[in-house]
């Protein structure tokens, strides 16, 4: 009989397994499928006349995303590469050090803690956040890792938004943190929820802003464009580097990656020095998210046309 039901167990174990193999490729089937779409819909807006590509709605909201993450330098400051020389590599203000910054939150920890191993060496605690990872892939000195995912607006178990995370550490109203967001996509509804006076709390912040390719939708335009705009208000962007795993959208001239890595600055922080990035993206101090593929040119299109 205990023969029999370890059979059955194996049996049920088997199909469990199928069923996530038969997902995966359901999966891959789509996203092959939405990258030949995007690179078709590429070759039709290259070959079709620019006025008439400029004149549609899908440009003007691409256009509008690109608007709220044109780049600037701050007078007088130098940019560094921090972490990883591939993937989880990020390019910020080289001011990553005490008194300036003290404490910095990494939410979205996966297998990739090169960051926060870089910032933790320059003296910064860190506190690690992610529901997805039983354990770092490595130890983090001055680390302390929680296993809570970070939420918007709806209640989710196991969850917290960034204002919880922050009083649970003793640290709402700080000015000295530093944030690095690299959650999957669940930013947006975080991004929804979080007040501007919380965001003022990190002097820097980069965030990775996945499913961009959404804004040519009416909806997925309203929910991206109000979530940058909040973090404009507050903070601007001075890098920008576009992740190779997925095909970029382009138009009109214009070119949006699905996935794009923004490194900001906190405005209050350098008023008046703020002047225009006339630059081509990647720069020398940008790396392929994956070592066999080209990175992302992005040319122009975030370069800043005009002073702040």
């Not at 910054?101 to 920890?109: D, E, I, L, M, R």
Request: aromatic residues 6%; glycine residues 10%.
């Amino acid at each position: 009989m205990r023969s029999f039901f370890n059979s059955v167990k194996r049996a049920f174990r088997s199909l469990l397994g199928t069923e996530a193999v038969l997902r995966q490729l359901r999966e891959a089937k789509r996203q092959r499928r939405r990258d030949a779409l995007c690179l078709g819909n590429a070759i039709q807006y290259a070959a079709a006349d620019q006025a008439e590509v400029q004149a549609l709605p899908e440009y003007a909201r691409v256009a509008d995303v690109t608007r709220l993450l044109q780049t600037c330098r701050v007078e007088g400051e130098t940019l560094v590469r921090v972490g990883g020389e591939i993937d989880g590599g990020y390019v910020m203000l080289d001011s990553l050090r005490p008194p300036a910054v003290t404490a910095g939150y990494s939410f979205g920890v996966g297998h990739d803690v090169s960051w926060d191993v870089a910032v933790a060496g320059r003296g910064i605690d860190l506190f690690l956040y992610d529901h997805t990872v039983k354990r770092l892939p490595e130890p983090v000195p001055r680390g302390r890792f929680v296993r809570t995912g970070i939420r918007g607006r709806e209640p989710v178990a196991g969850q917290k938004t960034i204002a919880e995370v922050l009083a649970d550490n003793g640290h709402a109203g700080r000015r000295d943190l530093v944030l690095k967001m690299d959650i999957e996509g669940a930013e947006w509804p975080v991004l929804e929820e979080v007040s501007s006076a919380t965001l003022s709390c990190f002097a820097q912040i980069v965030v990775e802003l996945h499913g961009l390719i959404d804004v040519l939708t009416p909806e997925g335009h309203a929910r991206i464009v109000a979530a940058l705009g909040k973090l404009a208000q507050t903070h601007q962007p001075i890098h920008v580097h576009g992740n190779c795993y997925e095909v970029p959208v382009w138009i009109g001239g214009l070119v949006l990656p699905q996935v794009l890595e923004v490194s900001y600055v906190r405005r209050a922080d350098h008023t008046g020095r703020f002047v225009p990035r006339d630059e081509v993206f990647p720069t020398g101090l940008d790396r392929p998210n994956l070592p066999d593929m080209p990175d992302v040119f992005l040319g122009r299109t975030f370069s800043s046309p005009r002073p702040r």
